[in-house]
């Protein structure tokens, strides 16, 4: 089974927008983080915002969200008020395991419409 | 505080050369992680290392790619004899122990050209 979901492979969302990214992500762990990275065109990985399993508020930094829904097993990305510069993709993760594995999904293509 | 470092961030070999990608982490990472990406994908974990450990190589073919995290010096993934299928962009990313808050960084990628 994979443990990280990202059934969106591209998504559309006009500037100024806001616009909801999904992931579900499958474990037994009690203990674990989520995490989600921003590759733009150049290529580099970039944080962007983290959630660990006992957390109780949703994370957030700036204008990224992190809707987190454990019964769900879902770590929605929410990015409000879209720039053209947040067209990039963006790969959610989670980080588990006695080894603290690291493990992605295969990433959403976010393109903001002017 | 340097972030990850890796060298070098271009490489073109011929088929059946061999490629040494190397990854230094951040100051006082302990944890090394390798990643593929071939073109329009996503990452694909390859390998995770402590320092003088391999951790977790279950994302490694199972053939001529190998990785090591010495005591001293940066960690090398070398890939032998390659072929046309290996040209990717090879991630390489650190993380200090523990769980709790800890992301990993990644450095900015060594892109292969296999021709």
């Known amino acids: 089974a994979q443990k990280i979901t990202q059934t969106q492979p591209g998504m559309f969302v006009q500037e100024k927008e806001a616009v909801t990214l999904d992931c579900t992500y499958d474990t037994s762990d009690q203990s674990y983080g989520l995490f989600w990275y921003k590759q733009p065109s150049s290529g580099e990985m970039i944080f962007l915002i983290y959630?660990?399993?006992?957390?109780?508020q949703n994370a957030t930094e700036g204008r990224y969200s992190l809707n987190f829904q454990k019964a769900r097993k879902s770590a929605n990305l929410v990015i409000s008020a879209s720039q053209l510069g947040d067209s990039a993709m963006y790969f959610c993760a989670m980080r588990e395991g006695p080894g603290n594995q690291f493990y992605f999904g295969t990433g959403t293509s976010l393109t903001v419409i002017p | 505080n340097a972030g990850v470092m890796q060298n070098p961030r271009h490489l073109v070999r011929r088929r059946g050369q061999e490629a040494r990608l190397r990854c230094s982490p951040m100051k006082g990472h302990s944890h090394v992680y390798w990643y593929r990406q071939l073109p329009e994908e996503g990452l694909k974990f390859m390998v995770y290392?402590?320092?003088?450990?391999?951790?977790?190589e279950s994302g490694m073919p199972k053939e001529r790619f190998s990785a090591e995290f010495p005591k001293e010096g940066p960690s090398i993934l070398r890939i032998q004899q390659v072929v046309r299928g290996d040209s990717a962009a090879y991630f390489c990313a650190s993380s200090p122990p523990g769980l709790s808050g800890n992301t990993i960084y990644f450095g900015e990628g060594s892109w292969l050209t296999v021709v």
């Open positions: 959630q660990g399993s006992y957390d109780e």
């Open positions: 290392l402590q320092k003088e450990n391999i951790i977790d």
